[in-house]
């Protein structure tokens, strides 16, 4: 069972870290005057949450009476932008549901045995998880998680046929990318994809378009003047891949 316990709870915070969570509160909520279960399932519950917890080396507390009528459990908190702390990953103990169902193993003694139910929400309610997360990141979500990663911007209408080729080469890659075919103007559509938080803004003109490049800036405003496509791909896929 503590072995068990130990994978969910890493595997979370695995997960959240991936997603760019680093600071975590994290409580163990004890059983409730009424609840279900015999206390030596409660104790045992309760001792190996609390192990687990000791073993992960991260600061925890105990809502005493807090935990839910069918178990004890580990509740995963992180910080939105303001610093207000949002329950996102569980893991719960369930004495409810296997007497509900009435499951059972045989044990090595050749017995039938009750086994113990560990239920477990990774991300929490999705709703909250992605409100949590824009937060977090202020809306500018890392190269990998945003829904498009690049948008290209042709100057003049002459530039939208090699626009379109780039496009399909970057697909092709594996790359999410638009191409902002509007009438505003080149600065309008750049500060359009700065205010849409899109990493990279492709440029395209003339001299772009006769090189076989790009211009490439970034949505922090940062210019990194005309590189060419196998370069910024370079870029973009190593941005990705580091979870960027």
Not at 43 to 55: H, N
Not at 130 to 144: K, M
Request: charged fraction near 25%; include cysteine.
């Amino acid at each position: 069972m503590p072995a068990e316990i130990d994978k969910v709870l890493y595997f979370s915070l695995d997960i959240l870290r991936a997603f760019g969570f680093e600071q975590f509160e994290l409580y163990l909520s004890t059983r409730p005057p009424k609840r279900v279960g015999r206390e030596q399932d409660w104790d045992a519950a309760e001792t190996a949450l609390e192990d687990t917890l000791k073993r992960s080396g991260i600061r925890y507390q105990v809502n005493a009476g807090d935990g839910a009528f069918y178990g004890p459990k580990i509740d995963l908190l992180v910080n939105d932008a303001i610093g207000r702390p949002w329950q996102l990953s569980t893991v719960q103990f369930d004495f409810n549901l296997p007497e509900r169902f009435d499951l059972s193993y045989v044990g090595e003694d050749g017995a039938q045995h009750r086994p113990y139910m560990i239920h477990r929400a990774l991300l929490g309610s999705m709703e909250r998880f992605f409100g949590v997360l824009l937060e977090h990141h202020g809306g500018a979500l890392p190269v990998w998680l945003s829904p498009v990663q690049a948008v290209l911007i042709p100057i003049a209408d002459r530039h939208q046929e090699y626009c379109k080729q780039v496009q399909d080469r970057l697909k092709a890659a594996g790359l999410r990318v638009a191409i902002d075919a509007g009438v505003e103007r080149m600065n309008a559509k750049i500060r359009n994809a700065q205010l849409q938080k899109i990493p990279y803004m492709l440029v395209v003109g003339d001299r772009e378009q006769e090189q076989g490049a790009v211009s490439i800036r970034l949505r922090s405003g940062e210019d990194l003047k005309a590189k060419p496509i196998d370069e910024f791909l370079k870029m973009a896929k190593e941005a990705v891949a580091g979870k960027q």
